[in-house]
């Protein structure tokens, strides 16, 4: 933890004692949760004073894949999650179809793991080959019924 070395440095990240580069900080107390103001982090103390942001749902029917990828991630950042905890919010956020994806994973499984089963599940590039075969499939249906209309009115 790098300490600052001036009373307006410690002002300027939060510290309600200054503290300077060499001092003890054992005696002197900040009055948060009884820790000396060497102890606290700085992103600690920041983090303690907003609010979270709160992960949506997916269940991969409302949603786009990488939206909702993207919301994960500014989340992640903002919340100042650890790997552990990306992975276990990501886990808990899955509905539906999308939630089967975690009978899939091993129990040492990252956040980047259940990423790369997601996308390759409901990504635009799967998307693009599940369109194709809708689309021929449909075009086979339409040209059996032509066919049929056609021998039909012939009787």
């Known amino acids: 933890m790098v300490r600052p070395t001036s009373a307006d440095d410690s002002l300027a990240t939060g510290n309600s004692i200054p503290v300077t580069a060499g001092s003890d900080t054992t005696s002197r107390r900040n009055g948060q949760f009884g820790m000396t103001t060497a102890q606290v982090e700085p992103s600690v103390r920041h983090k303690s004073k907003r609010r979270p942001l709160k992960l949506e749902r997916y269940d991969d029917s409302s949603t786009p894949i ?16 650890s790997e552990v905890e990306r992975t276990a919010y990501l886990c808990d956020s899955l509905d539906g ?5 975690l ?31 809708y689309i021929a499939a449909a075009a086979n249906v339409v040209s059996r019924c032509s066919c049929f209309a056609r021998r039909f009115a012939s009787f």
Not at 68 to 75: D, E, P, V, Y
Not at 109 to 125: E, K, P, Q, W
Request: proline letters at 0%; charged letters at 30%.
């Open 66 to 81: 990488e939206t909702f990828l993207a919301k994960f991630n500014n989340c992640a950042r903002y919340n100042e999650w």
């Open 97 to 101: 179809c999308a939630s089967q994806i």
């Open 103 to 133: 009978w899939e994973i091993s129990d040492d499984a990252t956040d980047v793991d259940i990423i790369r089963l997601l996308r390759n599940r409901f990504g635009n590039s799967n998307l693009m080959e599940r369109y194709r075969n």
